[in-house]
Every structure is written in structure tokens, then in C-alpha cells.
């Protein structure tokens, strides 16, 4: 009996770990973005965390219901140093560099599923080119 409990404690041990793992520890993709910063702020009730907002180019629809809206994309910024250049460039086209996990920690930023064209929470590492901005016209 004691080594079945043994087992059985060591499953869960080793199954709980994976999951941690692999749902808020292990990137599920990167890659690279770019757009107009039209938004940047620092948030949060617990963890005050640094949260952004690109308008992409182009246009996508909603669901089923036929509404044709901006392309926006939604990140979070874990590096100080990312989030001050951030802050400074507001109004200007941007290509950022980003991880994507499946799942969100608190002191990470939001998880913007549903508002992203993918579910997960995007973390912005780099800002690789920055250029002027330009009238949207929407």
C-alpha cells in the first residue's frame, strides 16, 4: 500500500509539474509584429503590469456576426527597459518581436483571449524598428 501511495503521489508530482509547465512555461510560438502604438499603460490591482496595443494593417471580421473591425493586437511587456522605449513612442509605426504562451500568470500581464486573432498572452521582448507614424484615417 505504501508503495502505491508512493507512485500515485510521484504521478501527480510529475503531472502537475508538466502541465505548469507546458501551458505558462513553454512558448507556444514567436515571432514578429508590426503597427501603429496607439496605446501603452502600466496596470493592474496586485501586479502592476505594462500592457500595449497595436493597429495592424488591414482589416478582420468578427465571429459570425458580419462586422468588419480594426486589426488590433494585444501585448504585455515583462522588461522595464522595453516598457520605458514603449512609452516614449506612442503614435509610431513599430515592429516588436513576441513570445506566445498558452496560458497567463498574473505578474506577467492579461491574457487577451478573445481580442487577439489567437488565444495566449503575448509578451513583446524587443522593439526591432521604429519609423514615424502615420494618419490611419478610420
Known amino acids: 500500500m505504501r508503495k502505491f501511495v508512493f507512485l500515485f503521489t510521484l504521478f ?3 503531472f502537475g509539474s508538466g502541465y505548469v509547465y507546458w501551458f505558462y512555461y513553454n512558448s507556444f510560438s514567436d515571432g514578429t509584429r508590426d503597427g ?3 496605446k501603452f499603460s502600466r496596470k ?3 501586479f502592476k503590469t505594462y500592457e500595449g496595443e497595436l493597429i495592424q494593417q488591414g482589416l478582420r471580421s468578427y465571429g459570425g456576426s458580419g462586422t468588419i473591425n480594426t486589426n488590433n493586437f494585444f501585448f504585455s511587456v515583462c522588461d ?3 516598457a520605458d522605449s514603449l512609452e516614449h513612442i506612442i503614435g509610431k509605426n513599430i515592429k516588436v518581436h513576441y513570445t506566445q504562451y498558452r496560458k497567463s500568470l498574473p505578474w506577467r500581464g492579461d491574457n487577451y483571449n478573445g481580442r487577439n486573432q489567437e488565444n495566449g498572452q503575448y509578451i513583446i521582448d524587443r522593439i526591432d524598428k521604429v519609423s514615424e507614424g502615420q494618419d490611419v484615417g478610420l
Open 12 to 14: 501527480i508530482l510529475l
Open 36 to 38: 501603429l502604438l496607439i
Open 44 to 46: 493592474g490591482n496586485v
Open 80 to 82: 522595464e527597459t522595453i
